[in-house]
Nanobody, 128 residues
């Protein structure tokens, strides 16, 4: 069973930076396309929002429009680790951030339905 553990969340002021990590175990990391999603406070009843995704080799990357140019997704297949570097953070970035590994290949990478394995989430809070 694939397991994902996120770390690196915290509280920062607007304009600050954080780097999230997601360590994957129990499977072959390099076989999975990976994604970051987030869920803002008060929106637990809504689908998790797409943030960024990266292909198995890292050659294809997608970003949600509001984070492009500020966030960078990357992966280290030798370390079974996914990263999300977040710069120029804004209060509206406040959310629980989840990493996910896919197991469905007929759904676009920006769609959370593609991903069958999820971490427990890490809280990111950005104050103004």
């Amino acid at each position: 069973q694939v397991q994902l553990v996120e770390s690196g969340g915290g509280s920062v002021q607007a304009g600050g930076s954080l780097r999230l990590s997601c360590v994957v175990s129990g499977g072959t990391f390099s076989h999975h396309n990976m994604g970051w999603f987030r869920q803002a406070p008060g929106k637990e009843h809504e689908e998790r929002g797409f943030v960024a995704a990266i292909s198995r080799s890292g050659s294809k990357i997608h970003y949600e429009d509001s984070v492009e140019g500020r966030f960078t997704i990357s992966r280290d297949n030798a370390k079974n680790t996914l990263y999300l570097q977040m710069n120029s953070l804004k209060p509206e970035d406040t959310a629980v951030y989840y990493c996910a590994a896919d197991n469905v290949w007929t759904v676009p990478m920006i769609n959370p339905s593609r991903y069958g394995f999820w971490g427990q989430g890490t809280q990111v809070t950005v104050s103004s």
